[in-house]
Nanobody, 123 residues
Framework: QVHLVESGGGLVQTGDSLRLSCAASGDTFTSFAMGWFRQAPGKEREFVATIKWIGGDTSYADSVKGRFTISRDNAKDMVYLQMNSLKPEDTAVYYC????????????????WGQGTQVTVSS
């Protein structure tokens, strides 16, 4: 069992930056791939970024590639999402998730989810 708590969301303007944090507790953190997803009103939850459980390999959605960076600190059981050059279309609730797979990018591949943090980007 893994418990995830996101933080760091807020209201920003176009072009601003935010860093989301996700604190994990429970089962061995390093055994899970970690991911960030987002869900805008009226839309399905979509993949943003993932980082594998060891080694640091990452993968990103095309819409955020070059602007967002996912990282993890296994010593602190933390995962981060640095978001730069934010756009209004990045507005969504952002979720942290943990997967027992080596690396994962689909919603159904994730076993545990946080409660989400709201990110709003004004134009």
């Amino acid at each position: 069992q893994v418990h995830l708590v996101e933080s760091g969301g807020g209201l920003v303007q176009t072009g601003d930056s935010l860093r989301l944090s996700c604190a994990a507790s429970g089962d061995t953190f390093t055994s899970f791939a970690m991911g960030w997803f987002r869900q805008a009103p009226g839309k399905e939850r979509e993949f943003v970024a993932t980082i594998k459980w060891i080694g640091g390999d990452t993968s990103y959605a095309d819409s955020v590639k070059g602007r967002f960076t996912i990282s993890r600190d296994n010593a602190k059981d933390m995962v981060y999402l640095q978001m730069n050059s934010l756009k209004p279309e990045d507005t969504a609730v952002y979720y942290c998730a943990a997967s027992r797979m080596y690396i994962a990018s689909r919603v159904y591949e994730y076993d545990y989810w946080g409660q989400g943090t709201q990110v709003t980007v004004s134009s």
